[in-house]
């Protein structure tokens, strides 16, 4: 009688193991990740510099799936395009990396970098964002949502190229960068005079 006490309650505590885990990894794989982005195509109608800083318009990428998930934004490319092609470090997103819990979203900015040096012509480029894979189980490898950017760059020398990023390193980041541009020139300013006004004690001395 004992045993088979025993051997039932070593079935029930099978079967309840066994029926815990199915459930389990049904719920897991029933799980689905998503994503979606409120932005359709950017389109630069004003010519592109060399050595210009731009800001792009903010792009909001949406979890529609149900489960909490890590995404990243990116640059690509598409064979049936047969424009120039940004390099991936012309751009930078803030933030890059971000978690989204499902039915909310995350505003992304964007910024181009133009290089001193670079080809004239017609660019385009998809930026895109998706899940970051991860060791999780129901990790959705592949999914990602992307929209399309096109600008021209325009021909210029060196010198145009460097005095464009001058100009537009302030714009860009007006007021604090003319706030800096007026500190450093404090500085000199405070030098200057402090080792005039220590030059005429030293002659007064003699």
């Given at each position: 009688m004992n045993t088979s006490y025993f051997r039932i309650?070593?079935?029930?505590?099978?079967?309840?193991?066994?029926?815990?885990?199915?459930?389990s990894f049904s719920d897991t794989m029933s799980a689905k990740i998503g994503v979606g982005m409120g932005a359709?195509?950017?389109?630069?109608?004003?010519?592109?510099?060399l050595g210009g800083i731009y800001e792009l318009p903010n792009i909001r990428i949406f979890n529609t799936g149900d489960?909490?998930?890590t995404y990243g934004m990116g640059v690509a490319f598409h064979q049936d395009y047969h424009q120039l092609r940004p390099a991936k470090e012309w751009f930078s997103f803030s933030p890059s990396t971000f978690?989204?819990?499902p039915g909310e979203s995350q505003e992304v900015k964007i910024t181009m970098l133009v290089p001193l040096k670079g080809e004239p012509g017609d660019y385009f480029a998809f930026i895109e964002s998706g899940p970051v894979p991860t060791n999780a189980p129901g990790t959705s490898v592949g999914v990602a949502v992307?929209?399309?950017?096109?600008?021209?760059?325009?021909?210029?020398?060196i010198f145009q190229a460097i005095g464009f990023r001058?100009?537009?390193?302030?714009?860009?980041?007006?007021?604090?960068?003319?706030?800096?541009?007026?500190?450093?020139?404090?500085i000199a300013l405070f030098v200057i005079v402090r080792k005039f006004f220590s030059f005429n004690i030293a002659v007064r001395k003699q």
């Open positions: 309650q070593r079935n029930l505590f099978l079967f309840a193991f066994i029926g815990f885990t199915f459930f359709g195509e950017i389109r630069l109608t004003e010519p592109v510099k489960e909490v998930t978690i989204i819990n992307a929209t399309k950017l096109f600008f021209t760059l325009v021909p210029a020398n001058v100009s537009s390193f302030f714009e860009t980041y007006s007021p604090w960068s003319w706030g800096g541009l007026g500190l450093v020139i404090l």
